[in-house]
């Protein structure tokens, strides 16, 4: 049976340490979260970018076309693990294929390895990179959106402590460079310019 594959791409965080919306922040030309959509795109049936009403005009102003939506109300704000659960609950598929906006160097390869190593009663595909895990960049079955939403509601909103509780796929994989993670002015001195 043909799996559906929705792209959630996570975009309502605040950019304290960046100071200004990192999404934005340029890389060769190109808005940071323009590299996270080109990274999913082929891979799902429709592309959801998850951000706040604050932000939501700024994406359509970009020209993002795909779903533009805000957390839902009762977890808005609640960081990343509010942003996947949100997506789940508006668009149903299969699996979820997960990106922050702030990897400007993310690709393609990344996900399709993400993708060839999905196995039956695996609830979650998880890079390993250089011994760290990266829940942000990785899959998730429909299936854990009803333990997502257990812990949201009981105020838990680590991404990692969800792993706890499912069946994961760690994968280890060697390019460091795709997973640099821009969160400040320092990052971005050191790894754009
Ligand atoms: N939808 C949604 N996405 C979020 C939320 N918080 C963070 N994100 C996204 O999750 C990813 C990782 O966010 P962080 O870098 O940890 O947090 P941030 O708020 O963007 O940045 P800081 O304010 O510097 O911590 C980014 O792609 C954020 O846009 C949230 O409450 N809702």
């Given amino acids: 049976m043909e799996m559906e594959f929705i792209g959630v791409i996570l975009a309502g965080g605040q950019s304290r340490r960046f100071g200004s919306p990192k999404a934005f922040a340029k890389r060769?030309?190109?808005s940071f979260y323009t590299y996270s959509a080109k990274a999913l795109e082929s891979y799902t049936s429709k592309l959801v970018l998850v951000t706040n009403p604050k932000l939501s005009p700024v994406f359509s102003q970009e020209g993002f076309t795909g779903e533009i939506?805000?957390?839902?109300?009762?977890?808005?704000?609640?960081?990343?693990?509010?942003?996947?659960?949100?997506?789940?609950?508006?668009?149903?598929?299969?699996?979820?294929?997960?990106?922050p906006i702030d990897v400007p160097f993310i690709d393609q390869a990344v996900i399709e390895l993400l993708l060839s190593n999905i196995?039956?009663?695996?609830?979650?595909?998880?890079?390993v990179v250089a011994g760290k895990k990266q829940p942000l960049i990785a899959l998730y079955h429909h299936n854990v959106k009803g333990?997502?939403?257990?812990?949201?509601?009981?105020?838990?909103?680590?991404?990692?402590?969800?792993?706890?509780?499912l069946n994961v796929h760690y994968l280890s994989i060697k390019d460091e460079q795709a997973f640099i993670n821009v969160n400040s002015q320092v990052d971005y001195e050191k790894y754009i310019k």
């Fill in 119 to 127: 196995e039956p009663n695996v609830d979650a595909v998880i890079p």
């Fill in 28 to 30: 060769e030309g190109n």
């Fill in 147 to 165: 333990l997502i939403k257990s812990k949201l509601d009981r105020g838990l909103r680590s991404v990692e402590k969800v792993l706890e509780d």
């Fill in 69 to 99: 939506i805000s957390d839902c109300t009762e977890y808005a704000g609640q960081g990343p693990l509010a942003g996947i659960y949100s997506a789940m609950e508006k668009y149903s598929a299969d699996w979820y294929i997960v990106s």
